[in-house]
């Protein structure tokens, strides 16, 4: 997709259903009767306060946006309903002896492998200062609020460390294929693929599926989930460009880099930081990316949404709005050099919510925009909502000891922090809330 179509955009009108490449994908949304039996689930039931917040409203939760090159728009995923999920026979049950999700700073360097700081920082990027990546507290702090209920705790920063590896006599290493470092926890020392780049982004990555198998070595027993940030651009497949993330579900093991979220490389990567979250969902935006496609191919009216309506746009006031009329107000990122490391961060934190999510046995949510809808780029990340659709929070509410009402508080009060409400990722977000917010208070 042709990336920035729009130079200056206002954001007033915002569009709830998804746009009209979705019916050129062969995208069909399941209709509003489907969405609404999806948040329900037979024996199960919530306290009155809680099923307000799980009620459908197009002002709050839209449609998934459906560009072209989105994840959904080229691999159409099947829904998970809140009773698939209950009846999944592999999902982890949160439990009094394992209800603890460990978040794990980037490993250490040896002195010996000292090359590998050079791979932190990028070769190329829109800006010749450096920004300040994103603090393992800061993520930890974030997923104590988006994980309300369970107590979520940072592992000791001395507990991964790459050293040289060394391979036995009987196996030399080769000259071509991948290189090898050593990764050591404890008195236990693994051996991580890696690989240098001539023409890359950054001059090194590490391999996603090792730092897998790692993170799955070092699960402590009180543990129901673990998340291991790195610093470092990571591949899995030897034709991989690079991968920001994955999650092991099964085995409650999740990886997410930092290094593809830098703002600093937003050109390079064709992100849309005019149109990211919440401007994702502006009208003309969204009509200026389907106008891209080829004249053959193009839809020659409105598409219709669930309801039989061609109304596809929100002149009333709602979260999604209230979020863009902020995000609209906000100055450009590039004025000031103190918007970068919230943006950064807010990425990363979106990133690592979802990929935790995966723990939970939470799918790919194909219900709504939602923080567990799958991406396919680094561009269509930044269009993604940090919140929960209300079938993903049925299942987080079912998991954790919490209220609705007070996990959104607790996200607040983070979004609120000094450094983050005027900021472009935590404002519209703290926005979002407190509209939400307001939308149960009006109704009870």
Known sequence: MPQRPISKCDHTSVCLSCSPHAAIAGFRRQGQRQRLAAIKADNRSFPREDQLFLEEDDRAFPAPLLLPG??????????????????????????????????????????????????????????????KPPGTKDVQDYLSAFYHG???????????????????????????????????????????????????????????????????????????ALLMLVDFDLYEDDDDEFVCGRAYGGSRVAVVSSARYNPNLDTIQDVERLHAWPASHCEKYMSSCASTEPSSKRQKRPQVNSRGSQNLTSELNGPVKDAASVYRSLPEVDSSPLLLPALWLGRVCRTASHELGHCFGIAHCVYYACSMQGTASISEDARQPPYLCPVDLAKLLCTTPTSASQRYQALLAFCERPGNSDTHFFGPFATWIRSRLGQIKDST
Request: charge should be negative.
């Open 70 to 131: 989105d994840d959904l728009a080229g691999d159409p995923e099947d829904p998970q309903s809140f009773q698939e999920w209950l009846d999944e026979e592999h999902r982890n049950p949160v439990t009094a002896k394992q209800k603890t999700i460990y978040v794990v700073p980037s490993p250490q360097i040896d002195a010996d492998v000292d090359f590998m700081r050079t791979w932190t920082t990028p070769k190329c990027s829109d800006h010749a200062l450096s920004t």
């Open 150 to 224: 369970l107590p979520v705790k940072m592992m000791p920063p001395s507990t991964l460390r790459f050293i040289p590896w060394k391979e036995p006599k009987r196996r030399p290493q080769k000259k071509t294929g991948p290189q090898y470092l050593g990764l050591k926890s404890g008195d236990e020392c693994v051996r991580i693929r890696s690989r240098t780049l001539s023409n890359g982004v950054y001059g090194g990555q590490v391999n996603l599926d090792d730092l897998l198998d790692v993170a799955i070595s070092i699960l402590p027993k009180d543990a129901y």
